[in-house]
């Protein structure tokens, strides 16, 4: 019998654990202590006085990111149902929303919500309604969730066609209803396939959570014009935000890429 040559192993099996991308993280994190250090005026300060931004875009990225998982499951499901208006009313909803900028859509959900739910009020004479005030955090989260859920949905649904359709019937042949397919079969498949989209969904919603800014939410987008106006400096507030978001970028994406490794279908 021929022993296995190490050498030929797999492409896979000689690949290195260490992701060489990293390294590029790495040196935009050293250009960020490198300025800091060589001009604590003003990088120092521009730094502490963004810090708490960068929480605030972190937090909202988290929590946006997590509803539109869960929001873009739901409409997938629903423009997949054969019920024709359950599908036509989530299919009129996803075209809608992609065809209006994210931009409009913060803004509506700032400015001309909070109104259209006072004149509500008014109408219904409820004093809560009458006098109900836009919260900026809740409204950015809001306005992200609804406008990234129906590009998520077109992912999800994307994936789940991708299975093919003798999975489903295979499952209910085993006596499963059909959210059990979906719950056991279906779905665990299609993750594996929409994992690569869905990371470059959350990097992309992470990058537009910048627009937050124009609805008086503190992120890192705001922070920095806020230090530029109050020190007349337009340059030095804007390399170190850029990079702050290079990094943030850069360390999703590489989180995403080991996941695909970690769940990748060998073929």
């Known amino acids: 019998m021929q022993t296995a040559n190490p ?19 790495f040196a935009v994190i050293a250009l960020i202590v490198i300025l800091v250090i060589a001009q604590p005026n003003p990088y120092q300060r521009i730094l502490i006085f963004v810090q708490d931004g960068v929480w605030v875009t ?3 990225t988290m929590i946006s990111f997590v509803l539109v998982l869960i929001l873009g499951l739901v409409v997938a499901l629903a423009r997949l149902s054969k019920l024709w208006l359950l599908r036509g009313i989530f299919t009129i909803y996803v075209e809608i929303i992609r065809g209006i900028p994210v931009l409009v859509q913060l803004l509506f ?12 009020g008014t109408s219904l004479n409820s004093p809560a309604l009458i006098n109900y005030k836009a919260d900026p955090n809740f409204m950015a989260i809001l306005g992200l969730t609804i406008c990234y859920a129906a590009y998520m949905s077109e992912v999800y649904r ?32 299609a993750i594996r396939v929409i994992l ?3 990371g470059n969904e ?4 992470l990058k537009d959570t910048s627009l937050i800014s124009v609805v008086a939410v503190s992120d890192l987008t705001r922070r920095g014009r806020e230090f530029m106006a109050s020190n007349f400096i337009p340059i030095q507030p804007w390399i170190m935000v850029s990079l702050l978001y290079l990094v943030m970028t850069l360390i999703s994406a590489r989180v995403v890429h080991y996941i695909e ?3 990748k279908i060998e073929r």
């Open 58 to 60: 972190l937090r909202t």
């Open 261 to 263: 490794q970690k769940t």
């Open 202 to 205: 959350f990097i992309t919603l």
């Open 109 to 120: 959900w700032y400015f001309a919500f909070p109104p259209i739910i006072q004149n509500l």
């Open 158 to 189: 994307a994936g789940i066609q991708s299975i093919p359709k003798g999975q489903m019937e295979a499952a209910r042949s085993l006596g499963m209803t059909y959210f059990q397919a979906m719950r056991y079969v279906i779905l665990p498949q």
């Open 7 to 25: 050498s030929q192993a797999s492409p896979n099996a000689r690949k290195t654990s260490i992701d060489q991308w990293w390294l590029l993280v």
């Open 196 to 198: 690569p989209p869905v």
